[in-house]
């Protein structure tokens, strides 16, 4: 076998003999850490190991796909991952033997001829830079099979959809940090954009979680905030209002939701607390107005995005007084608001609370602002708690199974942006020439390209394979967001560097892709939290 061809099972086999490695050196990590009862003081060691089953799971996803769909392209793809995981895990346990705390015996899967010359295989420098150049050949487009017949028509119908409605406006928006178009809205709306992944009898469409990923991620490939992220915080509500809401909730709200007349932002995240949702401070008191019962909001939030246009906001706040109660004492209301444009806005109450935001500047992610909320008396009624009784002090675990599908719902957005960035430069390189050759021709531009593709690969397989079997308890939607956001981040500047000096111009979409990928790490939970409070629990067992 040359370097240029893969056989999947080679990647089988190599994953295989990786996962072994992997496993044990997480059964060690379970003994350091007491079963994660001691992340904290075993940080760096946890960060690596839920990085490394992070990548071993998409190298297994990868390979799955590449064994059900017999095409040469990837069987390459899947080895390339497959060999650039094997490789790191051989040398992060070689080069932290001691933290590791694993024996000759548990990494010797990874010392055979057949693992090494594997290896070497696939991520030869032939072997990526043939990659590469089928990459140019074909423009990068992602046509990879879909094995749904439902979700390869909806990836045509979005596809169509952000070329032909989002992408004229994508550029302006971001470079005069404009607001999402009415026209833009409504015409998602109508698509059915915002009930992918609602029940039909809630007026969804009920296609499931797969098509709302497609969705999502051939929406971002034109653009992140403008229409990507529209359906992230419906989505994020939508779980929630699946998993605990009242009967009545679920009629009342998911129907307006689904047909875009309800618009979504989440009021989570406090400036003094970020990832750590069990430390929100806002609170939310017992109160009658008018013989009505419900409860008086005080606090701030910070990075609402789209709270100024939406007409709801799901906002999580203590209702147990006792800060002590951390996670167990919050609930989520329903907030009813009018819609406001601009970079400020402020809701004076018939009921005589008061809530006004401010946007925050960003370098990326612009179309729908991010917002800092003072929140003063805020009336809420009671049926606008979400579970009403049954969902006092309810709300972290609600949210977290909402924020679960976020995660998911970003791992999709991340791909999509990463996926634009590898077209863009696949144009580029093959119109512009440096030295009397196009950039096509260079070796280290197909060998650059290529390792776009086989992460962006790894990435796109890892997200489908989570959204297929997508549960809020599990860990896999946190791994996809993990790894889809920082290839996201590598893609899109190893694409800007293309470009060269044009890449660093706002006047070229690749500058955008670059700036907006900056964000993705950081929401839905951010980097280091999702290694060590999410994925090094989860593997640990704690």
Request: glycine share 10%.
């Amino acid at each position: 076998m040359t370097a240029t061809e893969a056989n999947p099972a080679a990647a089988r086999a190599l994953t295989e003999a990786t996962r072994a490695v992997v496993d044990a050196a997480v059964k060690q990590g379970a003994v350091t850490t007491k079963n994660g009862a001691t992340i904290d003081d075993h940080q760096v060691l946890t960060e690596r190991l839920a990085y490394l089953a992070t990548q071993i799971r998409a190298a297994e996803d990868l390979v799955a796909y590449a064994e059900r769909v017999p095409d040469e392209l990837q069987g390459r793809l899947a080895l390339a991952y497959a060999a650039e995981v094997a490789h790191a895990t051989r040398s992060q346990v070689e080069a932290a033997w001691d933290d590791f705390g694993v024996t000759a015996a548990d990494v010797a899967p990874l010392e055979t001829a057949e693992a090494r010359a594997a290896i070497r295989r696939g991520l030869s420098e032939e072997a990526i830079r043939a990659i590469g150049r089928q990459m140019i050949e074909t423009g990068g487009v992602n046509n990879c099979e879909l094995e749904d017949e439902a979700a390869t028509l909806t990836r045509t119908l979005a596809r169509d959809f952000a070329k032909g409605v989002v992408a004229p406006v994508a550029q302006e928006i971001h470079r005069q940090d404009l607001l999402v178009p009415d026209s833009l809205l409504k015409a998602f709306s109508a698509q059915g954009f915002f009930g992918s992944s609602i029940p039909e009898e809630y007026g969804g469409t009920g296609m499931g979680d797969l098509p709302m990923i497609i969705i999502t991620e051939e929406l971002s490939a034109v653009s992140l905030a403008a229409a990507g992220s529209l359906a992230t915080r419906p989505e994020i509500l939508t779980k929630a209002l699946l998993a605990g809401g009242t009967d009545e909730q679920r009629q009342y709200w998911l129907p307006r939701i689904a047909a875009g007349e309800e618009l979504v932002a989440i009021a989570v995240t406090e400036p003094n607390v970020g990832s750590d949702v069990a430390g929100l401070q806002t609170k939310a008191e017992p109160a009658e107005h008018n013989g009505v019962r419900g409860w008086r909001i005080n606090g701030a939030k910070a990075w609402s995005t789209f709270s100024g246009r939406a007409t709801i906001l799901a906002l999580l706040a203590r209702t147990d007084p006792d800060p002590a109660s951390g996670s167990r004492g919050l609930s989520l209301f329903i907030i009813p608001k009018p819609a406001y444009d601009g970079h400020a806005w402020r809701y004076e109450q018939p009921e005589g609370g008061v809530i006004s935001g401010t946007a925050n500047p960003t370098p990326g992610y612009r179309g729908m602002h991010s917002f800092t909320l003072a929140i003063d008396n805020l009336f809420v009624p009671h049926t606008n708690l979400v579970g009403g009784d049954a969902g006092i002090n309810k709300g972290f675990y609600l949210q977290m199974g909402g924020f679960a599908a976020g995660r998911l719902q970003t791992g999709g957005r991340a791909i999509g942006l990463a996926q634009a960035a590898l077209e863009k430069a696949c144009q580029y390189v093959v119109q512009r020439s440096q030295f009397g050759l196009p950039l096509a021709e260079y070796q280290l531009t197909q060998y650059k390209i290529g390792l776009m593709a086989v992460h962006i690969a790894a990435a796109r397989q890892a997200t489908y394979a989570s959204a297929r079997t997508f549960d809020t308890r599990a860990v896999e939607p946190s791994m996809a967001k993990l790894l889809s956001c920082d290839i996201a981040g590598e893609v899109t500047r190893e694409a800007q560097l293309l470009h060269g000096g044009w890449g660093y111009s706002e006047e070229d979409p690749i500058s955008r892709y670059v700036v907006d990928a900056l964000v993705l790490p950081i929401f839905e939970g951010v980097k280091p939290t999702l290694e060590l409070k999410v994925i090094g629990r989860a593997i640990f067992g704690g």
